[in-house]
């Protein structure tokens, strides 16, 4: 028997505590890694590349303690695997309107890469690349969606789908800082929403957003990314 866990999901509660504690966390973060003893960008870009993981996973724990206690509300359940191909389409696509969007940000507003030490530990050789990609690429997107599509999407689709998906999606934006990133990361961020309201898991979100962060790290370590 399939039981209905509609009113079991995260709500405002979740969500709040959720986005405090990615902020507390994000800033603790950044504060951690001003004591590196290196300022070698390739070391801060391989640190740096777990940042979104850490912190969304750790923001995550803080709204899963709250009051539900249980994943299957915040999406951790099965996708079918047509799912997960279209995500994989969608991370495809995603990275494609990226190079449009950085390129229509340079136009504009010329040269600035808030992202440099990433691009530097993509470029730093072998290891470098591999423990930035297993960061920034398998990490990240997973701490990201867990919090952002299990949490804050989640819990804004009881409001409906303009709250759950372009509401959502702003907060994911405004949450990788104010620069050529914005858009961007609004962007990824839609195409997470819809998949995640379409499907109720965060698997097909963690896919996609896989994808487009392999492709942006496979990218920056030929040369191939635009740096904005």
Known sequence: MITDDRWERPCWPEMLIGLVAYAVLLVGFGLLMGLLPSNDPVVLGVVGSTAGGCVGVGAFAAAYSLRIRALRPFGFRPADRRWLIIAAGAGIVGYGLNLIIQFTYLTLFGSNDPQSILHAAARGGPLPFLLSFLGGAV???????????????????????????????????????VSVILPVAIMV?????????????????????????????????????PMP
């Open 139 to 177: 990490f990240t997107p997973f701490g990201e969606e867990i919090l952002f599509r299990g949490v804050v999407a989640n819990a804004l689709n009881r409001r409906g789908a303009f709250a759950g998906i372009i509401l959502s999606s702003i907060i994911f934006g405004l949450a990788h800082g």
């Open 189 to 225: 961020g839609l195409l997470s929403a819809v998949l995640f309201r379409a499907t109720g898991s965060v698997w097909p979100s963690v896919v996609l957003h896989c994808v487009y962060n392999g492709a942006n790290s496979i990218a920056s370590a030929f040369s191939f990314a």
